[in-house]
């Protein structure tokens, strides 16, 4: 099993960066690639970001390209979403997920954990 845990969402002005983490407990997350989604309301949950274990492949929605960066730390059981630029159409509950698969994946389904989520909110 594995639990992850967001933090880091608030209300930004147009412009503002803000930084999530997702931590995960239980010693296998270095063999996990991660992903980081949204959900906006009254929209299908969408994909944002996607890591590999070690890092070696990253991938990117088109919206965010230039804008997010994701990046991970084996040794602290975390992933980050830095979001730069942020746009009102930022504004979700932004979402880590975990997948045994090591391979970037960017259907939800896919992946086997998921945290509790963390606002994120971008004022015009």
């Known amino acids: 099993q594995v639990q992850l845990v967001e933090s880091g969402g608030g209300l930004v002005q147009t412009g503002g960066s803000l930084r999530l983490s997702c931590v995960a407990s239980?010693?296998?997350?270095?063999?996990?690639?991660m992903g980081w989604f949204r959900q906006a309301p009254e929209k299908e949950r969408e994909f944002v970001a996607a890591i590999t274990w070690n890092a070696g492949r990253i991938d990117y929605v088109d919206s965010v390209k230039g804008r997010f960066t994701i990046s991970r730390d084996n040794a602290k059981n975390t992933v980050y979403l830095q979001m730069n630029s942020l746009k009102p159409e930022d504004t979700a509950v932004y979402y880590c997920?975990?997948?045994?698969?090591?391979?970037?994946?960017?259907?939800?389904?896919?992946?086997?954990?998921w945290g509790q989520g963390t606002q994120v909110t971008v004022s015009s």
């Open positions: 239980g010693r296998t997350f270095s063999t996990y690639a």
């Open positions: 997920a975990a997948t045994r698969l090591d391979t970037i994946l960017k259907n939800a389904w896919l992946y086997n954990y």
